[in-house]
């Protein structure tokens, strides 16, 4: 027998105090070092990279992609960039050396499936992690990123423009030539929520 509330109340994610940065402007040198952490699930969006890298390459001359998360060498990015030096493979990382890996990067995104985002509501943690190093997001419009327009910390990239080529590469441009901007919105942008938060929420 199924059962259905009538009153449901979503509780969403928060992130590490240890990782919420304080605000920082500098870049870290003429290249450009932008990175992704996930588990490279069916609905992350992270075949969407080998597009991202093309489209970066024809902006930046210089570009890092800084790929992380576990089982990395069974995903199509590493199979096709495994010799590419514009890219480096992490594997899995510790919670307690995730701030090391962040501080590497520039920008950080996550394409999070829009259709899926309609059923459930998302929270991705990558995303909040990225909100709490001051790193500006590129991710997809789904339901849970608003966020990131909110407090102009990002660029999100809607539907159609996830499904056509052209309006994909004008996207991915607009992203980089903010990047400066959505570091300065992050002196006014509050902090994420923490653990904390949801254990109270919780309660």
Not at 177 to 194: D, I, S, W
Request: glycine share 4%; charged share 35%; proline share 3%.
């Amino acid at each position: 027998m199924l059962f259905r509330s009538k009153r449901t109340y979503t509780v969403k994610n928060g992130c590490s105090p240890k990782l919420i940065d304080i605000y920082r402007s500098e870049t870290h040198s003429d290249v450009f070092n932008i990175g992704f952490l996930g588990t490279f699930t069916p609905w992350d969006g992270h075949e969407k990279t080998v597009d991202l890298y093309e489209e970066v390459k024809k902006i930046k001359k210089k570009v890092v992609f800084h790929i992380a998360g576990p089982d990395v060498e069974k995903t199509i990015i590493y199979k096709q960039h495994k010799k590419n030096r514009d890219f480096i493979f992490y594997g899995n990382i510790q919670y307690s050396k995730l701030k090391d890996f962040y501080e590497k990067l520039d920008a950080a995104y996550g394409f999070n499936r829009i259709d899926r985002s309609k059923n459930v509501e998302q929270s991705a943690l990558k995303l909040l992690e990225y909100w709490a190093c001051k790193l500006p997001i590129l991710s997809t419009a789904a339901r849970g990123n608003e966020f990131v327009e909110k407090y102009g910390i990002g660029y999100l990239v809607k539907e159609d423009e996830m499904n056509n080529q052209e309006k994909f590469e004008k996207a991915v441009k607009r992203f980089i030539e903010l990047v400066p901007e959505y570091r300065k919105n992050y002196k006014y942008a509050p902090l994420p929520r923490t653990w904390r938060d949801v254990a109270e929420d919780t309660k």
